[in-house]
DNA sequence: ATGACCGCTGGAAGCGGA
């Protein structure tokens, strides 16, 4: 079973390169963020024609999270993450899919920092640890899939000259993604490749693509019992070079069935 | 390196992104 995570960055705008690469990577399970787009206008039959069900969970302009399983309907458990009634912010949708729980999520970027965006961050941070330790806590085949918008280790990311304030490598986001992994989590990429480059995001700016200037900020995270089945993982870098790309490429596992 | 690049809304220029 192949589990794939991807910031489309407008799932409407990326229509084309989102099905070619459904297409050529056919993964079973797609996590999506920044879908920038209405539940209304949500692309649900031209995704179901490409033979995938969807669950999402759409906000306008900004943010929105979207699972797809090929050939079923995800099975949708949560469309909002736990412990603020009040947040509104179209960051995280949950579903089953073929006996495994998938949390998709988006986590906020948090910049400028400090100010209110990273205090949410951090906030946000932490009803994910404390929602993530219940999910554990289950016994449960789970994966936390998504842009966490951190860069784990200086190792992440080409140099860390023109980032050092930056929100995405601050000691308190690191501190949090060491303390969710120290729950019990595995973090599937560095797990099957501890010593390799393995960037997602390469920014629009100052040619960072052709300059390899990427960093690693999306993340699969495996609960136990399924970090006991995971047999490979990698991230389609091709993708972030075609054109009309997304700044994010895909990142994916292997476990099996 | 004050900058850039992108997508959205609205129908210009500003916001959000990372």
Redesign the pocket.
Known sequence: MKIATF?V??I???LTNLLQWLDEARPEVACL??I??TNAAFPRKTLEAAGYGAVWCGQ????GVAILARDVDPIETRRSLPGNSADREARYVEAAVSGVLIGCLYL??G??QPGP?FDYKLDWFERLIAYAAELKQTGAPVVLAG?Y?VVPTDTDIYAMRSWRT???VQPEPRAAFVRLLSLGWTDALRKLHPDDVMYT?W????HSWSRDAG?R?DHLLLSGSLAQRLVAAGVDRNVRGLA?AS?HAPAWVEVRD
């Open positions: 910031n960055n407008s409407n705008g990326r963020q920044e920038k787009c306008g302009p900004h943010h906020p970027n910049n400028p965006k842009d918008n930056n929100a995405l995001f920014d629009y700016l100052r960093m900020i009309n700044d």
